[in-house]
């Protein structure tokens, strides 16, 4: 195996393989879905930035969660785009790693950003006369750096046990980005201690969040439940309903995709399932979380009516 082993200068993705005229229509549907996903994020980026009757911890949150999509989607839509209209397929394997690397970093931060913004929700249904000094401004700054530090760490991680693997001559990635298993697949060596490193991640990482989310989701469907008003309970219900569907989405695929690495899922398969979370999710974020909110809605109207011509 040792006359086999050398240093990657290059990599090929092989992408969705599948027919050229099919290729062209995922070429003009995932761009639509990329363009919707800046354009959402965009927008409500903007908005919060701009407006400041948005603030508040709430939308905080959501604005980090918005440069996370978007940071996240451009870190693997624009090659998967490239290479469906490209015979050349390869991509120089320092890229590929740091693509790995970001695609981890951003993945794991959107999971802990998801569980703070459970808890922020849970905090001003449950506790709303305490709300104001539970989330205050320094606790919302420790709970942001803390969750961007600890993913880019965790990342970390994964990228060095990467790099002390030597690889084969095999160059070929079964995917349309450089996902971790897929690049694990390359090495010539024993990987299981970077399974049992992805296997621990997940459980701190997808597992415990989820199970805050859920217990925070709980909690907040008991006080709405508690709610007078029929149209309160409805609407409450729907928001909540709406946030659990983009959480499940979320969370389901990657738990599918990373608690059982050495699972029989087609490898095509897998490429679906990271689609969800790569590009899906991004883009309905902020159709679930901001745009369906009557003063996201509001404020978007009066910037659009004064910036139409009298």
């Known amino acids: 195996m040792a006359g086999n082993q050398t240093w990657i200068t290059e990599v ?6 599948v027919d050229p005229a099919l290729e062209l229509v995922l070429f003009g549907l995932f761009s639509l879905f990329y363009t919707l996903t800046l354009l959402g994020n965009g927008v409500i980026l903007g908005l919060i930035c701009l407006d400041p009757r948005f603030h508040t911890p709430m939308y905080f949150f ?3 969660l918005a440069i996370i999509d978007m940071s ?16 050349k397929r390869t991509i120089f394997f320092v890229p590929c790693i740091m693509q790995t690397f970001l695609y981890l970093a951003f993945a794991h931060t959107e999971c802990l950003m998801l569980v703070v913004m459970s808890y922020d929700r849970f905090t001003a249904i449950c506790h709303p006369l305490r709300y104001t000094v539970i989330m205050s ?5 420790v ?7 600890f993913s880019f760490i965790l990342a970390l991680v994964h990228l060095v046990l990467i790099l002390r693997l030597p690889f084969c001559v095999r160059h070929e990635i079964n995917h349309f980005f450089c996902e971790i298993l897929s690049v694990l697949k390359l090495a010539c060596a024993d990987t299981r201690l970077n399974q049992v490193v992805i296997f621990a991640s997940c459980v701190f990482i997808l597992v415990g969040p989820l199970c805050l989310v859920l217990v925070s989701y ?6 709405i439940l508690k ?27 990657a738990i599918v995709m990373y608690m059982a690495p050495k699972s029989r899922h087609p490898e095509e398969q ?26 996201v809605k509001g404020a978007l109207r009066r910037v659009l009516c004064k910036a139409r011509p009298v």
Do not use: D
């Open 143 to 149: 709970l942001v750096i803390t969750s961007w530090a």
């Open 12 to 17: 090929t993705l092989l992408g969705f393989q």
């Open 270 to 295: 897998q490429k679906i399932l990271s689609l969800f979370y790569s590009l899906f999710n991004p883009m309905l974020n902020p159709l679930i979380y901001s745009l369906r909110n009557a003063e």
């Open 227 to 253: 709610i007078q008003s029929g149209e309160g309970r409805r609407k409450a219900f729907s928001t909540c309903s709406s946030h659990l569907c983009v959480v499940g989405l979320f969370f389901g695929s």
């Open 62 to 64: 959501l604005s980090h």
């Open 218 to 223: 709980t909690r907040i469907l008991f006080a």
């Open 72 to 87: 996240y989607a451009s870190n693997n839509v624009p090659k998967m785009l490239a290479n469906l209209v490209s015979q």
């Open 137 to 141: 401004w320094k606790v919302c700054l």
